[in-house]
């Protein structure tokens, strides 16, 4: 998800790397911007009013995140 203010939202070079990482896996891509709804590239384009109507799919297990550093 990312959120963009400019009339280039449809550049998010962040977003697209994160989404080329193979190790990676995402159920969606959802820019809010200052434009209509439109999809691209894999990608939902929506205005930044619908963020009030956003849920998540899914609730993770955990927001606690524990590092494993028992190789070190």
């Given at each position: 998800?990312?959120?963009?203010?400019?009339?280039?939202?449809?550049?998010?070079?962040?977003?697209?790397?994160?989404?080329?990482?193979?190790?990676?896996?995402?159920?969606k891509?959802i820019?809010?911007?200052?434009?209509?709804?439109?999809?691209?590239?894999?990608?939902?384009?929506?205005?930044?009013?619908?963020?009030?109507?956003?849920?998540?799919?899914?609730?993770?297990?955990?927001?606690?995140?524990?590092?494993?550093?028992?190789?070190?």
């Open positions: 998800m990312e959120i963009k203010s400019g009339n280039d939202y449809r550049k998010h070079p962040a977003l697209s790397r994160v989404a080329a990482v193979d190790n990676w896996t995402f159920g891509k820019v809010f911007c200052k434009g209509n709804v439109e999809a691209g590239e894999g990608i939902e384009y929506l205005p930044w009013y619908m963020i009030l109507f956003y849920k998540m799919e899914q609730m993770p297990e955990s927001y606690i995140y524990e590092v494993e550093l028992s190789a070190l």
